[in-house]
T-cell receptor, first 113, second 112 residues
Framework: NAGVTQTPKFQVLKTGQSMTLQCAQD?????MSWYRQDPGMGLRLIHY???????DQGEVPNGYNVSRSTTEDFPLRLLSAAPSQTSVYFCASRTAPGTDTQYFGPGTRLTVL | AQKITQTQPGMFVQEKEAVTLDCTYD???????LFWYKQPSSGEMIFLIY??????QNATEGRYSLNFQKARKSANLVISASQLGDSAMYFC?????????FGTGTSLTVIP
């Protein structure tokens, strides 16, 4: 099992550009989520999904879109990048609501100039 | 109000000694979960230990134990026999309903 994979590892964007951060898991987990980590802030939940076709907003959803067409994949889209979105982004998955251990991907470091 | 509060930005411990990292939480969900994660300088998030709100006994995983005091809403992490490799950021987290909340972390340095 590869666990949770994220691509790319690093990305530099210009303000206004769009991009998609990829996240995939091969553990057949129903629940997937996206976080951002800023210095001194800990991790904050952006969006999450409890299964294919179902997504919901977390604590800081503005500026980000998600979709979940398959169990394996949960991409995060930045439609018009802003410098405030400079952060480290983590994807995570867990088996289902009620089983709590989350497994994290290695992270994507995004810089918006 | 903050969902998770970690009041110790930095801690130092002598190698082979025990250390307690503090965490308090706030929730109205009767069925919540509490976690601790370790983040070394390489950046990955490593799951350490989990405590469910209905668990009667404190969770333990090797050298890690979670001191769960439900009435005080605290979930402190105890690391026994500290090792140099324990130097890292430690995050307390809580699952409330379907959302997870993380504290701001404690930086632990183990001194030889």
């Amino acid at each position: 099992n590869a666990g949770v994979t994220q691509t790319p590892k690093f990305q530099v964007l210009k303000t206004g550009q769009s991009m998609t951060l990829q996240c995939a898991q091969d553990m057949n987990h129903e629940y997937m989520s996206w976080y951002r980590q800023d210095p001194g802030m800990g991790l904050r939940l952006i969006h999450y999904s409890v299964g294919a076709g179902i997504t919901d907003q977390g604590e800081v959803p503005n500026g980000y879109n998600v979709s979940r067409s398959t169990t394996e994949d949960f991409p995060l889209r930045l439609l018009s990048a802003a410098p405030s979105q400079t952060s480290v982004y983590f994807c995570a998955s867990r088996t289902a609501p009620g089983t709590d251990t989350q497994y994290f991907g290695p992270g994507t470091r995004l810089t918006v100039l | 109000a903050q969902k998770i509060t970690q009041t110790q930005p930095g801690m130092f411990v002598q190698e082979k000694e025990a250390v307690t990292l503090d965490c308090t939480y706030d929730t109205s969900d009767p069925s919540y979960g509490l976690f601790w994660y370790k983040q070394p300088s390489s950046g990955e998030m490593i799951f350490l230990i989990y405590q469910g709100s209905y668990d009667q006994q404190n969770a333990t995983e090797g050298r890690y134990s979670l001191n769960f005091q439900k009435a005080r809403k605290s979930a402190n992490l105890v690391i026994s026999a500290s090792q140099l490799g324990d130097s890292a950021m430690y995050f307390c987290a809580m699952r409330e309903w379907n959302q997870f909340y993380f504290g701001t972390g404690t930086s632990l340095t183990v001194i030889p």
